[in-house]
């Protein structure tokens, strides 16, 4: 079961085949609160990557030093520590961004995906190795966030990071920027996928009970 | 041991970080509050914060008090120190959430001089007008209070009446409400302050 | 007391926190396929969320005005603390309960919802009262919202869906409707 992963795998599969939004549906308070705009997908995304690879980086270098009955305890305190300081930086250097992402910056420190990894991976291996699987999944997050965002800014707004596309005389679906059209988007994405998966693999689609990691672990 | 130094590493990193930060987030807050008075007061040429603080408003905070935790409006001066207005925040449930906004009064005249939003969760392409629709905004750049709300183009008899956005009857009913709610509060204590007053 | 009434109906209805805000996603997802566990799970939420309430007022109110930058940590601890609290207080009073809910006691931590209420807590700076009327609001919010997609989910059980079209794609799609409905109690409480 636990075979040994080359490094190339532990960057790549996080992209895409082990997508954290798209296959395992991890993260998906952010990635339907803020896709409204491209660029608030964009800023959540690289704030969401920093916090990850700080935090897989040092729960890798340090988890020798971790307790193992308070690990979780543990993980959750560094990765508070690189949220508040994700936060304060982007409140100092870009305000307008921060306001729009609002309390969603600091509700990365829920983000499941993050404590998965910790709890999966970066508790497990060497530092190189969670960086790069930090760096895979981080990208994943971000590829599927600006999916998302893109779709809902285009139908919803008529732009794309703030530049107008069809002109004055389009009429946006409105929908697609209020709470429905994330909904509504991230399903269609997961109707696409399965079918495309089902298509190519021949596999039944797959039912997503409970995301991984974090829940079977702690039960232990 | 080790917990408790790296516990005490990280705590110190958020300080250093604080410390850097705090300062071009409060910069950012008062530009943007100032951009704001500048926009409810036409360009004043500065403004001075004034507590209100049992009922009377006073240019500091009293002994011991939190500036944070009391109310303020901003008196405005032109060029040759007269004063210009005042603007006052309110805000109250609109129709989506809390609309909260600021707004030019001029004692003198008994007049709204200006209105800009400064929150608002409107539904996006109805109840977000009164942010977006420029002629919604302009209504209040000299109207007598207290403000009435009027059905869109029944006319403007009177110096009192806005006409409020069709489609968006609530979320234009609030922010007049919240004008009105405003100035009834704190109308008589910005009418007799002082130096408005000698004018 | 109309104001405690409009922050309650608000943010049980009208700014849902899951329908609206986007808060509580991962048990939306994943608890969802029962009533009876929505319920359980439900309850046990609004439980701790009105203990936070309380908490993080108190953290607020004399604490944290001198050390903003320590409210994030602080509040995610209060939380996991009072999960703890509450999964031995469960334990001990009903052992059933305790087994039934099983895995969901300690991902109640990682709930987005319940930090998110702290935060909007603090960011609209309530008092007491409004933080309790707003916990309770947010926590029947949610049941709401559980129960409301356990129910469909039950139903679509037995219905004859294509094969690619059960599972987490549908649930979406069904989430984008209740959400879609729930627009239509805004304006509820207005004059």
Redesign the interface.
């Given at each position: 079961m636990k075979a040994e992963t080359t490094a190339q795998h532990d960057l790549v599969r996080g992209i895409w085949r082990e997508n954290p939004v798209l296959i395992q549906l991890l993260g998906l308070c952010p990635a339907l609160a803020v896709t409204n705009t491209v660029a608030n997908s964009l800023a959540m995304g690289l704030a969401t990557f920093f916090v990850l690879m700080g935090s897989s980086l040092l729960v890798s270098a340090f988890k020798r030093f971790i307790p193992h009955e308070v690990r979780i305890s543990a993980y959750i305190l560094i990765i508070a520590t690189f949220v508040t300081i994700a936060d304060l930086v982007l409140a100092a250097v870009v305000p307008e961004i921060h306001k729009a992402l609002g309390a969603f910056i600091a509700l990365i420190v829920v983000n499941c995906m993050i404590l998965g990894r910790q709890e999966a991976f970066a508790s497990k291996r060497p530092v190189s190795r969670a960086v790069l699987d930090a760096a895979g999944t981080g990208a994943g997050f971000m590829i599927a966030m600006l999916m998302i965002g893109t779709v809902r800014e285009v139908l919803g707004n008529g732009s794309i990071l703030g530049y107008s596309l069809f002109g004055a005389g389009y009429e946006p679906w409105i929908i697609m920027i209020l709470p429905p059209g994330g909904f509504l988007t991230l399903g269609v994405f997961l109707l696409v996928l399965g079918w495309w998966r089902g298509r190519t693999e021949g596999a039944q689609a797959q039912v997503r009970r409970w995301p991984h990691g974090v829940a079977t672990r702690r039960a232990a | 041991m080790t917990l408790a130094t790296a516990g005490g590493m990280a705590g110190l990193l958020i300080v250093v970080v604080f410390e850097w930060a705090e300062p071009q987030i409060e910069a950012h807050r008062a530009a943007v509050l100032a951009a704001a008075i500048d926009n409810v007061l036409a360009a004043p040429a500065r403004y001075d914060t004034l507590y209100v603080v049992d009922g009377a408003l006073r240019e500091a905070p009293p002994e011991g008090v939190l500036e944070r935790d009391l109310e303020r409006v901003f008196l405005g001066y032109d060029e040759s120190d007269v004063p210009v207005g005042f603007a006052v925040t309110g805000g109250e449930p609109g129709y989506q959430d809390i609309i909260r906004l600021i707004f030019g009064y001029d004692p003198g005249s008994g007049e709204v001089v200006g209105m800009e939003v400064l929150e608002s969760k409107e539904t996006p392409g109805l109840g977000d007008k009164i942010e977006k629709d420029a002629d919604f905004v302009a209504e209040f750049n000299g109207i007598q209070t207290p403000l009435v709300g009027v059905k869109q183009g029944a006319g403007q008899a009177d110096p009192h009446e806005v006409d409020m956005i069709t489609g968006a009857t609530i979320s234009s009913r609030t922010v007049i409400a919240i004008i009105n709610n405003r100035l009834e509060e704190l109308g008589p204590l910005l009418d007799t302050y002082p130096p408005v007053v000698k004018q | 007391m109309s104001d405690l009434f409009?922050i309650l109906i608000?943010a049980m209805v009208?700014?849902n926190f899951t329908?609206?805000?986007?808060?509580?996603?991962?048990p939306f997802?994943?608890v969802s396929?029962r009533v009876a566990t929505a319920l359980r799970m439900g309850a046990a939420n609004i439980f701790v969320m009105v203990l936070t309430a309380v908490t993080v007022w108190f953290l607020n109110t004399f604490v944290l005005?001198y050390a903003p930058?320590?409210r994030?940590?602080s509040f995610?601890?209060v939380i996991?603390s009072l999960v703890q609290i509450v999964e031995m207080t469960i334990k001990k009073l009903s052992p059933t309960l305790f087994r039934e809910l099983?895995?969901f006691l300690?991902?109640i931590?990682?709930?987005?919802a319940i930090?998110?209420l702290a935060?909007?807590q603090t960011?609209?700076g309530y008092g007491f009262l409004e933080g309790l009327f707003f916990a309770v609001g947010a926590g029947l919010g949610l049941v709401l919202a559980l129960v409301l997609m356990a129910s469909i989910r039950q139903q679509t059980e037995l219905s004859d869906l294509p094969?690619?079209?059960?599972?987490?794609?549908?649930?979406?799609?069904v989430?984008?409707?209740l959400?879609?409905a729930f627009?239509g109690f805004?304006?509820l409480?207005?004059?």
């Open positions: - | - | 409009w608000s009208v700014n329908l609206a805000l986007f808060l509580g996603l991962c997802m994943g396929a005005a930058y320590l994030l940590i995610i601890v996991a099983g895995i300690p991902l931590t990682t709930n987005c930090l998110g935060i909007f960011n609209r094969g690619l079209a059960r599972g987490m794609g549908l649930v979406l799609i989430a984008a409707s959400s879609m627009m805004a304006g409480l207005s004059s």
